[in-house]
């Protein structure tokens, strides 16, 4: 599907933001235009406004959920209906479809890549706005609580603004099985990628269908090893991909090794890994903080298996985050139906649902826990305290520029290509300048 469309403009009479045509970056609206596309923002009543919100099927359940208890207690009287679509890929398009009628949806929820594209084709408003607002945005004191990392989320380098704002975030993490790990004699989780292999080799035994790390042949599995040793994606102006240096080479070759040593196998379907860890066959999974609640019931499932979770290993330096997830956007309709919009998104971000959020879901919350939701979780779920504590790391954040759906298909049949024994350099060269053009064409 292409997520770009070169030379084509877009024309919202209701929307005066000045986006142009696509591949250009949205000027800043001028006083008049602002005062035409936000309103009278802190005199405007949004008061029984009804808005219609976009949802990807993944993540239908926790969010009707919350939608049912906002439409409930809301003072304000604002109605919020769900429409599922299948995914980021249906919504665009859907979106696309729907200018010409004027048939937007007042909220939608994307992925980062399709975030920027719809935010360089006119079709997202700026959200600083909302959330400075003295009347309808987060306090400075309010804003403090929120994870500094986090409020990354949803900034687009290229256009220099904040087009969306975090739905559902998730951060790579280390799953291990502890006491396993103590019996091969070590006190500790892996903290370099060093330590990671030593560890791995030394649980392995092929012969024996036991390995010490099984893994996906995907991005996600490339990025948390580059990041790991102190690279990333993209520059920070967003204009460059820029994974193909000594770093993304040595993650390959890393993963190579793993592979030809007898050290690591590649999961033959689909959550495969989960499965052998419960089974005690794998000593470790990279997996995400999404799933922490699943691995709980794995390991009550087995009748206590002793897991516990850690970042990311990293070589060198102290360790790193990868944050990921969907975001909130609010497409440019009248300046009521944004503004209930908005309070649907601040509302979600407030501390009761916040704290809901995580202990319900196990997402990554966007702000600091109460102090008695957390002790409840951590009773709960004892491992969430590494969790929690990701937040504190540097963290880097899923690029959030056009075609990026599209990288991510490249760099996972990169991933699978060197699994399959193919030279690193090639394919890591490849896969760079395919990325690189997906920034710049259909």
């Not at 990169?414 to 920034?439: D, F, I, Y």
Request: with cysteine; charged share 20%; net charge negative.
């Amino acid at each position: 599907m292409k997520t770009q469309r070169a030379g084509i403009c877009i024309v919202l009479v209701i929307s005066l933001i000045g986006a142009g045509c696509v591949g250009q970056s949205t000027r800043p609206p001028s006083p008049a235009e602002t005062v035409s596309l936000y309103g009278d923002l802190e005199n405007l009543d949004p008061r029984r406004e009804v808005i219609t919100v976009w949802y990807p099927a993944s993540h239908e359940d926790a969010l009707l959920a919350m939608l049912d208890r906002f439409n409930a207690t809301n003072r304000w009287g604002i109605a919020v209906r769900g429409e599922r679509l299948e995914n980021s890929a249906a919504l665009y398009e859907r979106l696309w479809e729907g200018t010409s009628a004027r048939k937007l949806p007042d909220l939608a929820i994307v992925s980062p890549g399709y975030l920027a594209t719809i935010a360089t084709e006119g079709l997202a408003v700026e959200l600083t706005p909302y959330l400075t607002s003295r009347r309808w945005g987060f306090s400075t004191g309010e804003l403090e609580k929120f994870f500094p990392s986090v409020l990354e989320v949803g900034q687009l380098s290229q256009l220099s603004g904040r087009y969306g704002f975090p739905f559902a975030l998730s951060a790579g993490l280390l799953f291990y099985n502890r006491g396993w790990l103590h019996q091969l004699g070590y006190n500790h989780p892996p903290r370099t990628w060093e330590e990671f292999r030593e560890m791995a080799c030394a649980a392995s035994d092929p012969a024996s269908g036991v390995y010490g790390y099984e893994f996906a042949a995907n991005d996600r599995t490339f990025v948390r090893m580059l990041i790991g040793w102190g690279s990333q994606m993209m520059s920070p102006d967003g204009k460059e991909y820029v994974f193909g240096g000594a770093e993304g080479q040595e993650a390959l070759e890393f993963l190579q090794a793993l592979i030809r040593e007898g050290c690591a196998i590649r999961e033959a379907y689909w959550e495969q890994a989960e499965v052998d860890f419960g089974t005690g066959r794998v000593l470790f999974v990279l997996s995400s903080t999404a799933h922490i609640l699943h691995y709980r019931q794995i390991a009550a499932d087995r009748g206590g298996l002793d897991w516990a979770v850690a970042p990311l290993p990293a070589s060198p330096g102290a360790p790193v985050t990868d944050l990921f997830g969907l975001s909130w956007l609010i497409p440019p309709t009248t300046p009521r139906q944004q503004l209930a919009a908005w309070l649907v998104i601040r509302w979600m971000n407030e501390q009761p649902q916040q704290d809901l959020w995580v202990s319900a879901y196990g997402y990554l919350p966007h702000r600091r826990l109460s102090p008695e939701a957390q002790a409840a979780l951590l009773e709960e779920t004892p491992p969430y305290a590494d969790v929690l504590a990701l937040l504190e790391l540097d963290a880097v954040t899923e690029p959030a520029v056009p075609g990026y759906e599209q990288c991510q298909d490249i760099l996972e049949a990169m991933v699978s290509a060197v699994v399959g024994g193919e030279e690193p350099a090639s394919r890591l060269k490849e896969a760079v300048e395919s990325c690189q053009a997906t920034l710049t064409g259909p």
